[in-house]
């Protein structure tokens, strides 16, 4: 019932080498291995593909054999969204819509054949992670790491002392 209201809606399968976020058509009947978000905003889809999420999960998460499993009690029930302005959350949804346009256009290139089609996959392509890909993701990295008033260039090892500082600060007593 909650995505009744959505066209489209979030989701990330449970257990992955890469945490990635897509979005899915109302109609699609996800398995239990898949988690969905009843969201169709642009800014938190995101916030959620970002690195500052990516840190959070993997360090939050667990994982099952040597892969990360995503587990919502801890990685998203937890995690500390910026308290960002309006522009700051522009921006943001402004580099999601480029990123899942880039992603969505080499998944399913004009004019391509079926087999071609077939055997691209987002684990395919983050794999390869191509520099027009990583380009999109530091773009995207960069107005997230804006919304929460830090750095484009935080380092990895400051981001998770701070997003765990957000979160003490916004857990009640």
Excluded: C
Aim: net charge neutral; aromatic share 12%; hydrophobic share 45%.
């Amino acid at each position: 019932m909650a995505l009744a209201r959505y066209p489209r809606f979030l989701s990330t399968p449970r257990v992955a080498k890469h945490r990635i976020f897509m979005w899915l058509a109302l109609g699609i009947l996800p398995d239990s291995r898949v988690f969905v978000f009843a969201s169709d905003a642009d800014e938190f889809f995101g916030i959620l593909q970002s690195r500052f999420h990516e840190v959070w999960s993997l360090r939050l998460g667990s994982t099952l054999e040597d892969r990360p499993f995503y587990t919502p009690t801890t990685t998203f029930e937890t995690f500390p969204f910026p308290a960002a302005t309006a522009e700051q959350r522009k921006a943001v949804a402004r580099a999601a819509v480029e990123l899942d346009h880039l992603r969505t256009s080499w998944l399913n290139p004009v004019g391509s054949a079926a087999a071609e089609v077939k055997n691209r996959t987002l684990t395919h392509l983050y794999n390869e992670r191509p520099a027009w890909l990583a380009n999109a993701h530091t773009a995207l990295d960069a107005a997230v790491a804006g919304a929460y008033g830090w750095p484009a260039d935080i380092p990895e090892h400051e981001v998770l002392p701070r997003l765990l500082a957000l979160n003490g600060n916004r857990t009640p007593a």
